[in-house]
């Protein structure tokens, strides 16, 4: 498929309550256009929360059941990062539900410290690509963003590693200039469509956040962008052949250092 349309919600989250924030974005989504995929922000049920114990309570599980019944009623793929446990630990999850029940997760890898994130929750250790209707999709949570070489999109026999790179945060509002400047890096450095996706509001700690979610093309172009502390719902159609002719014609990944990944 050529054509991609993809919608976000930038929006407050009431804090550690799973089904307050269930039905407030279900009522969100509806309001949005028919998309392909629609993307929430990080924890999008719970906030950023560093009590895992207790609204692990409140069961993930009835998240992921929303998150197909979604899916399935609008036909789109629903995206976002729950807290969840496994195997006695407990992960940011990033979670990519499709209409026909299929689910893809990639863990958080960089745990924000500073937020002593890494103290209540394990990282992952693989990046995950997902393939959608032709496209091929990184998605990426918060802290991520900061890190190029995890980041690095590759270039074989033609091929790219992803088109589109999506972040999903919870990224306060002291730091946004550093949330846009990275979003714009990551977009130019690989070649790739890049989405971020962050909320608004103040949590519970009194952490001020400003939103600033976007959608930029490989130019580092804005297509669609949320001013900041708005509720809103951003809607851009992506092209891949646009994509695809902007590589060949400034065949920058020619010239991409090698990393090893880990």
């Not at 799973?18 to 906030?47: C, V, Y």
């Not at 890049?194 to 939103?211: M, P, T």
């Not at 900041?228 to 994509?243: K, M, R, V, W």
Request: hydrophobic residues 40%; contains cysteine.
């Amino acid at each position: 498929m050529e054509l991609l349309t993809v919608s976000y919600l930038q929006t407050a989250l009431f804090w550690e309550d799973r089904a307050a924030n269930r039905e407030m974005l279900w009522a969100k989504i509806r309001q949005l256009p028919s998309s392909h995929i629609i993307i929430l922000p990080e924890m999008f049920d719970t906030g950023f929360s560093m009590e895992p114990d207790q609204i692990k309570e409140q069961s993930e599980a009835h998240t992921r059941s929303w998150m197909l019944g979604c899916a399935r009623e609008l036909n789109s793929v629903i995206c976002g990062s729950i807290v969840v446990k496994d195997s006695g630990r407990y992960y940011n999850r990033f979670h990519w539900v499709d209409p026909k029940g299929g689910v893809t997760v990639y863990d958080k890898k960089h745990l924000f410290r500073m937020g002593q994130e890494p103290l209540h929750y394990s990282p992952g250790n693989s990046r995950v690509v997902i393939n959608y209707k032709g496209w091929k999709i990184m998605p990426f949570v918060c802290y991520d963003l900061r890190f190029p070489v995890w980041a690095r999109n590759e270039r074989k026999n033609n091929t790219f590693t992803y088109d589109m790179l999506i972040c999903v945060a919870n990224w306060p509002a002291p730091r946004s200039q550093a949330w846009k400047t990275l979003l714009e890096a990551r977009a130019l450095e690989n070649q790739a469509y890049c989405v971020g996706v962050n909320r608004i509001g103040q949590d519970h700690n009194g952490l001020s956040y400003s939103g600033d979610s976007v959608i930029l093309d490989a130019r580092g172009h804005c297509l669609e962008r949320s001013a900041p502390c708005i509720d809103h719902g951003g809607t851009a159609t992506l092209s891949l052949q646009e994509l695809n002719d902007f590589r060949e014609k400034f065949p920058v990944s020619l010239d991409w250092d090698a990393f090893l990944m880990k």
